[in-house]
């Protein structure tokens, strides 16, 4: 009876540790985030929702299968604050308020400058898409070039995104571009 027991838990263990350290390819190359937005009436919440709906396309090509969501906020100062506690992996934020929780000024003098901080790409009304420097430089790149890659697509996808460009994208983004989006960027020609 002990020599069962023991090829029992010798059997149990196997398993265990196999599936533990031979789990499937395709979870090695998936990423789940959240992007925080403003209210659903917000229109960052339509920016964030049209970016959801870019990285989900199932023939989008990537190296990278994303599992994304929007999360509606109480806006810009709680999606910095989610960003920075590392809540949210991405917020976005107007260029004010990106501007204040750098520098640690106004509204964020108490927490100091979030010198973490990184831009990934400008939106229509002075906002931006933010994450922190901790977010993995291959997943910015992939979400930055689904992007810029598919440009057109995302302005159809919004009447309020039909204005952008790939230039107007880079400008006022009031903190460093995370080393993924500027990976991109030089390699686009960009920057």
């Known amino acids: 009876?002990?020599?069962?027991?023991?090829?029992?838990?010798?059997?149990?263990?196997?398993?265990?540790?196999?599936?533990?350290?031979?789990?499937?390819?395709?979870?090695?190359?998936?990423?789940?985030?959240?992007?925080?937005?403003?209210?659903?009436?917000?229109?960052?919440?339509?920016?964030g929702a049209a970016i959801v709906r870019l990285l989900s396309i199932k023939e989008r090509k990537g190296l990278i299968n994303f599992s994304v969501s929007v999360q509606t906020t109480s806006a810009p100062v709680s999606n910095i604050n989610s960003v920075r506690s590392r809540t949210l992996d991405f917020g976005i934020v107007q260029s004010d308020i990106r501007s204040q929780a750098y520098k640690g000024t106004d509204q964020f003098a108490n927490k100091g400058p979030y010198l973490k901080m990184r831009s990934l790409f400008s939106l229509p009304s002075n906002q931006a898409i933010i994450a922190d420097q901790s977010v993995p430089k291959n997943i910015v790149y992939e979400i930055v070039k689904a992007v810029f890659e598919n440009i057109e697509t995302v302005k159809r996808m919004h009447p309020s995104l039909r204005s952008l460009t790939k230039q107007n994208m880079l400008q006022g983004l009031y903190a460093p571009l995370h080393s993924g989006a500027m990976k991109y960027y030089k390699e686009a020609g960009l920057k």
């Open 1 to 47: 009876m002990l020599n069962f027991k023991l090829k029992l838990s010798g059997l149990i263990l196997a398993i265990l540790i196999s599936t533990t350290f031979a789990a499937p390819s395709i979870a090695q190359n998936s990423f789940r985030f959240t992007i925080g937005t403003g209210k659903a009436t917000d229109p960052t919440y339509a920016f």
